[in-house]
């Protein structure tokens, strides 16, 4: 599969993710386009995103997964840990 392919199925990941776990009325859940192609999986980095117009100094900072994988074989999804990510890029 190419990955405009892969992009959408992470976009409705993410929309979903936004609609049913938002993390904050003010912030949504993004992600950074462009793939990084693994043996197995495609990861996408997350990027949460503020939906009003602040100066940077006063935007939140948020914790959690870096990203999440869409594994070859079967398009499933899974949010990994940093551990995961590390695994993955010195496989």
Sequence with gaps: MES???TDIAMRFVEELNRKKPIDPDYEYSFDRIPKEFLNCWYFDFRVVCKK?????????????PGFIIMKNDK???TIS?????ALEQA
Excluded: M, R, T
């Design 53 to 65: 117009e602040v100066q940077d100094i006063e935007i939140e900072s948020f914790g959690g997964a």
């Design 4 to 6: 405009k392919g892969i």
């Design 76 to 78: 499933k999804i899974k």
């Design 82 to 86: 940093f551990n995961e990510k590390l």
